[in-house]
């Protein structure tokens, strides 16, 4: 089974904790998870078993889509509920529905964000939230972030509750979103909820439960719910090796274009989808020198 399962994450539970129901319910243990969610938030968290774990780091690299709620008023030191209050606003401070508006849309765009030491980010090879937990907090020198917030949306605003839509780059916290706009409005803030609605190409509708995952095993249709490898991978053109080439492929050789196939890569294009007649074997990645093209294995899947 070299597939990738989207499964729903409930709250209360670490990506690892999922990764490892996975390997029970299947029976396999080369199994990772794509990016941590957070222990209190839930949804989309797309898993790669098998071979498919070669791709964890692209499905990564996708972009994210959330729901969340903000509750102002009160700032933690993990910047979600869990936490710690570091910092309660005054009973009679006012929220203002336009000011609340102005200082989450101050946030779309390419900024700089700091992130939470509460996280699974590492300083020295250690995770920062390890090193605060453990008094080493002076270990740590938050750096800011380039991230890429691409839009916010409100859905609803009730007093000091907050919620948004968001789609936004790899690497980005809300929490941070959250606790940066209690900084803007002087009154603090946390993150209260959060649902993860899609990663890249997985979403909550191609998405299933563990229950679900369980029954689906135990009726022999599991596969039926998972993805192929090279789903997530259609950003890459798709080049189909002749017959003769593909042993010498898969075995590290450079293939020039006159043995391609099909191919729809175009100038500029770094890397391919290859595949034979019958299978996806991989990532290749292209060259071109005196004019003509060839390719390379950089990642193989058979």
């Not at 706009?181 to 998405?207: A, D, P, Q, W, Y």
Request: glycine share 8%; proline share 2%; aromatic share 10%.
């Amino acid at each position: 089974m070299n597939k990738i399962v989207s499964i729903l994450k409930p709250t209360g539970m670490t990506s690892h904790d999922a990764v490892s129901i996975v390997r029970r319910i299947t029976g396999i243990k080369k199994v990772g998870h794509t990016g941590t969610l957070d222990p209190d938030a839930a949804g989309v968290l797309p898993i790669c078993i098998g071979r498919a774990t070669k791709v964890s780091e692209l499905i990564l690299n996708k972009e994210k889509s959330y729901i969340c709620e903000l509750t102002l008023g009160s700032s933690t030191d993990t910047y979600d509920s869990s936490g710690k209050i570091i910092y309660k606003a005054d009973d009679d401070f006012v929220y203002n529905e336009e000011e609340i508006k102005k200082a989450l849309m101050s946030l779309v765009g390419e900024i700089e964000q700091y992130p939470p030491k509460y996280s699974a980010l590492k300083v020295n090879g250690k995770r920062m939230c390890d090193l605060v937990r453990k008094g080493r907090e002076d270990e740590i020198v938050l750096k800011p972030r380039k991230v890429n917030i691409k839009k916010i949306e409100i859905l609803g605003i009730d007093k000091n509750k907050v919620r948004f839509y968001t789609e936004c780059s790899k690497g980005t916290y809300i929490r941070s979103i959250c606790y940066d706009v209690g900084e803007i409005l002087g009154c603090g803030g946390h993150m209260s909820f959060l649902l993860r609605t899609s990663s890249g190409k997985f979403n909550l509708e191609n998405s299933i439960t563990f229950e679900e995952m369980e029954k689906y095993m135990q009726e022999g249709t599991l596969e039926n719910y998972m993805f192929d490898i090279d789903y997530t991978l259609d950003m890459y053109p798709k080049i189909i090796l002749a017959d003769n080439a593909i042993k010498y492929y898969v075995n590290g050789g450079i293939i020039e274009s006159r043995r391609f196939e099909y191919s729809e890569y175009k100038e500029g294009d770094e890397y391919a989808r290859v595949y034979s007649r019958d299978e996806f074997l991989g990532i290749g990645k292209l060259k071109s020198a005196d004019g003509k093209v060839s390719i390379k294995s950089d990642k193989i899947f058979v």
